[in-house]
């Protein structure tokens, strides 16, 4: 059914749970599982970072990454990554959903984002929102 699914993580309980279904769904299925992070700075606070500070943030990325494939391994499941440097987070995941030919992104139904007016975060939203495969939202619990 699903032949290539896309994870958006962001190191938060809510996207590990997402990998965790997306692991036992691949299983299920057959399909491959890419986990992606993107690690989104602002235009007006990149003029103002320094290399050691982009680095660092590149490492976080990178160590949820590493996180995410252990969460798929224990399922039985080998995962693909991808680190993301440009865009906006949700759009940039749809995008490579796109450009990778995901039939489906899971992603997690709220992970870092404060906003409190949108019941699912808005990073989760806007996926829901505007991709062009089915997406499907994991709660936690």
Not at 57 to 72: M, P
Not at 123 to 131: D, P
Request: neutral net charge.
């Amino acid at each position: 059914m699903f032949r290539k699914i896309l994870v958006a993580v962001d190191g938060s309980t809510h996207s590990e749970r997402a990998v965790q279904v997306a692991a036992e769904m691949a299983a299920g299925c057959g399909g491959s599982l890419l986990l992606s992070h993107v690690f989104y700075i602002p235009e007006h606070y990149r003029a103002d970072l320094t290399a050691d500070l982009r680095a660092a943030i590149r490492k976080d990325g990178e160590d949820i990454l590493v996180h995410a494939v252990r969460v798929a391994k224990q399922s039985g499941v080998q995962a693909q990554t991808r680190l993301l440097e440009e865009g906006h987070p949700a759009e940039a995941i749809i995008g490579l959903a796109e450009s990778e030919g995901a039939d489906l992104v899971i992603a997690g139904a709220r992970g870092k984002s404060r906003d409190a007016i949108r019941a699912l975060g808005s990073v989760s939203w806007t996926i829901a929102k505007l991709a062009t495969c089915s997406v499907l939202i994991v709660r936690r619990d």
